[in-house]
């Protein structure tokens, strides 16, 4: 009588057929596939065909740009960054790839990280040297796991720029401007999001019609399947007189307040009004301003008008030693300095 012929490691039977365990890229889970036979000696065969023929493909797939991005941010998230931290990430670094047209990471040289930051900082210094920063990170992480040997975009020259400090708010009157000067409703409403609710702007553009309580005059900004709130927590607005008027008008859109028909791709926002609202701006004579700048002013013409750094700070969802940085010093003028001279 033979002898039985010895199973090989990562083969395993059941349910009567032979099934492959193995792992076609080092570090990467386990992958379990059927070898199609009951017979031993076929499955054997057809392992090491599977082995020969997609292990390179596996390992190359595994390689390329792109599924290191998504490795990267799958693991960082894992790490505790936030959602919008990571979208954002993945945002940029998709865009370098676009334009560095390459196939795996350690195709990828200085010049091509330099000539993108080059082309960025054409129009926006700051911009450009961030985006380099986050390409950077992401060749250190990948240096890390032992998938690079150096990082290339260590050797891109960025030039020294002074500090950005931009704290930058309207003054009711400006804001009053641009309501009265928008004729589009949808960009009115992203306008008094921003400037009577204090929301951001992924916030205005994800904001579902359950999100506002027409009757007890409340904003929830809540998460939902494609949104996580910055802060990760949802968050209650009071909603003012002005916007719940002009809320009756504009009525309650699905699944989306703005815009929508608009549905999610591979864009960093569902929609954007942002063209819209720069041609606005300058319109308006007002052009300094961004979007932002519309929740700092919320924030700024409610701390000048005397309501507490707390109650901002829950609107807001920030913590209140931010609010307190940055708009402390608009507390409303107090008579009491004149005791001393009276």
Same mark, same amino acid.
């Given at each position: 009588? $033979?002898?039985?012929?010895?199973?090989?490691?990562?083969? @395993?039977?059941?349910?009567?057929?032979?099934?492959?365990?193995?792992?076609?890229?080092?570090?990467?889970?386990?992958?379990?596939?059927?070898?199609?036979?009951?017979?031993?000696?076929?499955?054997?065969?057809?392992?090491?065909?599977?082995?020969?023929?997609? #292990?390179?493909?596996?390992?190359?797939?595994? #390689?390329?740009?792109?599924?290191?991005?998504?490795?990267?941010?799958?693991?960082?998230?894992?790490?505790?960054?936030?959602?919008?931290?990571?979208?954002?990430?993945?945002? %940029?670094?998709?865009?370098?790839?676009?334009?560095?047209?390459?196939?795996?990471?350690?195709?990828?040289?200085?010049?091509? %990280?330099?000539?993108?930051? /080059?082309?960025?900082?054409?129009?926006?210094? @700051?911009?450009?040297?961030? @985006?380099?920063?986050?390409?950077?990170?992401?060749?250190?992480?990948?240096?890390?796991?032992?998938?690079?040997?150096?990082?290339?975009?260590?050797?891109?020259?960025?030039?020294?720029?002074?500090?950005?400090?931009?704290?930058?708010?309207?003054?009711?009157?400006?804001?009053?401007?641009?309501? /009265?000067?928008?004729?589009?409703?949808?960009?009115?409403?992203?306008? @008094?999001?921003?400037?009577?609710?204090?929301?951001?702007?992924?916030?205005?553009?994800?904001?579902?019609?359950?999100?506002?309580?027409?009757?007890?005059?409340?904003?929830?900004?809540?998460?939902?399947?494609?949104?996580?709130?910055?802060?990760?927590?949802?968050?209650?607005?009071?909603?003012? /007189?002005?916007? &719940?008027?002009?809320?009756?008008?504009?009525?309650?859109?699905?699944?989306?307040?703005?815009?929508?028909?608009?549905? &999610? $791709?591979?864009?960093?926002?569902?929609? /954007?009004?942002?063209?819209?609202?720069?041609?606005?701006?300058?319109?308006?004579?007002?052009?300094?301003?961004?979007? &932002?700048?519309?929740?700092?002013?919320?924030?700024?013409?409610?701390?000048?008008? $005397?309501?507490?750094?707390?109650?901002?700070?829950?609107?807001? $969802?920030?913590?209140?030693? %931010?609010?307190?940085?940055?708009?402390? &010093?608009?507390?409303?003028?107090?008579?009491?300095?004149?005791?001393?001279?009276?």
């Amino acid at each position: 009588m $033979g002898s039985i012929p010895r199973i090989p490691i990562g083969i @395993y039977r059941q349910k009567q057929t032979y099934w492959l365990r193995w792992t076609p890229v080092p570090g990467a889970p386990q992958v379990r596939q059927s070898l199609g036979t009951r017979d031993l000696a076929e499955a054997i065969t057809e392992a090491a065909k599977i082995k020969r023929t997609q #292990g390179p493909i596996k390992r190359q797939e595994a #390689g390329a740009c792109e599924a290191e991005v998504d490795r990267y941010i799958a693991a960082k998230r894992k790490d505790g960054l936030s959602k919008a931290t990571m979208d954002s990430r993945e945002y %940029v670094l998709k865009a370098f790839l676009e334009h560095a047209k390459v196939a795996a990471p350690r195709s990828i040289s200085t010049q091509m %990280v330099q000539r993108w930051h /080059d082309k960025i900082a054409e129009d926006n210094a @700051y911009t450009a040297e961030a @985006y380099a920063k986050q390409v950077r990170w992401w060749l250190d992480w990948l240096v890390e796991e032992g998938r690079l040997v150096r990082n290339v975009a260590k050797d891109v020259r960025i030039p020294d720029l002074p500090p950005r400090q931009r704290r930058l708010f309207m003054v009711a009157s400006q804001v009053r401007l641009l309501l /009265d000067t928008c004729k589009d409703p949808e960009l009115k409403f992203a306008i @008094y999001c921003g400037a009577h609710a204090g929301m951001r702007k992924n916030e205005v553009i994800e904001a579902r019609p359950a999100w506002f309580d027409m009757e007890k005059k409340l904003i929830h900004i809540q998460v939902t399947k494609t949104f996580v709130p910055k802060d990760r927590d949802n968050r209650t607005i009071p909603m003012t /007189d002005e916007l &719940h008027a002009f809320l009756i008008k504009f009525g309650l859109g699905y699944p989306f307040m703005l815009r929508p028909a608009e549905a &999610h $791709g591979k864009a960093k926002y569902r929609t /954007d009004f942002q063209k819209s609202y720069d041609n606005l701006l300058e319109k308006c004579g007002l052009s300094e301003f961004t979007f &932002h700048d519309l929740r700092r002013t919320f924030a700024s013409l409610l701390v000048s008008a $005397g309501v507490s750094i707390y109650k901002v700070s829950k609107w807001l $969802g920030d913590t209140i030693e %931010v609010v307190e940085n940055t708009y402390g &010093h608009l507390i409303l003028k107090d008579d009491e300095i004149n005791a001393s001279w009276q």
